[in-house]
Each structure stands twice: as C-alpha cells, then as structure tokens.
C-alpha cells in the first residue's frame, strides 16, 4: 500500500505574499542609496506558472515584476534570498542603463546584485515535484472521507495497475472522479 502526500503544492498565503513585498521594497531602496536617485514602485504580481521562480517582464511601458507562488512556497526563505534580488536587478539595470543596451544577465545586472549582496549563479537545483507546470492536468478522486486531487503522472501509474493509492485517513482505495486542466 502506498499513501499518497498531496499532489500539488498550495500556493505561498496572504502573509507571505506581504513578506516578498516588503522584501521586493526594502531591495528597491538599497539600489536608491546606491545610486542616488528614485525607482519607481514596480507593480508585483503571483501568477507566475511554470518551471520558473520569477520573472520581470516589460509590455510597452509597463513594468511588472511576477513570481511564481508555487515554487515560493515550496522553497520559501531561498526565493526571498535570492530570487526577489534577481527580479528587482532587472528592474534597476533595466532603468539604469537600459534593457536593449545589456545582455539580460549581464555585467550591469551583476552589478546590481552584488550592491543587494544576492547570489547571483542562476542555477538553483530546485525538486519542482508538486509544481504545477503551466498545462497541467489533474485528475480527482475520491475515497470514502475526501476527495484528492493527483498529478497525471499519478493517475497514469494508477489507471495501469503499477500502483495502488489509498488514502492517508479512512484507508480505503481512491476511485476515479473527474480530469481537470488547472493553468494559463
Ligand atoms: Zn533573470
Ligand atoms: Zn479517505
């Protein structure tokens, strides 16, 4: 008998949320000491889906910065280590000198990580097991107390016989519900 552990991990909550806010703030300002003058507030949003942590992002005149709540969650204080600094030196390289003058991670950008003192390799070995990618299809079950939600890869292994789930609570096997697709 395998137990399962939940398929999909929840998203960082309100209270984190604020706490990579006032975090994305404070670097914001570290680069104002630095160089001396004003950046403008940049708009944060959660509703990065995928394999990546983080992302700045730049639509004619709008600036935003999103990242990705799932993977936050999963791997919360090195995110605020390091991936809000990685978001916030694009913003402030792209303000300072420009995006189409510099490579994306380029000198200018290391520059302004290490006035943050932020690990700047880029190569952070996350397990994304549980992230939802950005088509993702779940399936949902159901056993006697509850309904679960499993990963396709889970379902697969399950509708082939390689596997048998039950649930952590009442034990009993989990029977097949519904498919949904959850993402952009
Ligand atoms: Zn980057
Ligand atoms: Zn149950």
């Known amino acids: 008998m395998t137990t399962i552990t939940p398929a999909i991990i929840a998203p960082i909550n309100a209270a984190q949320q604020a706490q990579v806010l006032d975090k994305t703030q404070a670097t914001l300002a570290l680069a104002e000491r630095q160089y001396g003058r004003q950046f403008t507030a940049i708009p944060v949003l959660f509703d990065l889906r995928g394999r990546c942590s983080g992302m700045y992002r730049v639509r004619g005149k709008e600036r935003v910065i999103r990242f990705n709540p799932h993977i936050f969650a999963k791997y919360f204080s090195d995110n605020l280590a390091t991936t809000v600094p990685h978001e916030v030196a694009h913003y402030v390289s792209d303000c300072l000198y420009g995006l189409g003058d510099i490579r994306p991670h380029g000198e200018e950008w290391r520059g302004v990580m290490q006035v943050f003192?932020?690990?700047?390799?880029?190569?952070?070995?996350?397990?994304?097991?549980?992230?939802?990618?950005?088509?993702?299809?779940?399936?949902?079950?159901?056993?006697?107390?509850?309904?679960?939600?499993l990963s396709s890869r889970r379902h697969y292994k399950l509708a082939r016989g390689e596997v048998m789930y039950n649930c952590r609570q009442c034990g009993e096997n989990l029977n097949f519900v519904a498919a949904c697709q959850v993402g952009a």
């Open 117 to 149: 003192k932020a690990d700047d390799s880029r190569t952070a070995a996350y397990d994304l097991e549980g992230i939802p990618t950005r088509r993702q299809r779940y399936f949902d079950y159901r056993c006697v107390c509850q309904s679960h939600r």
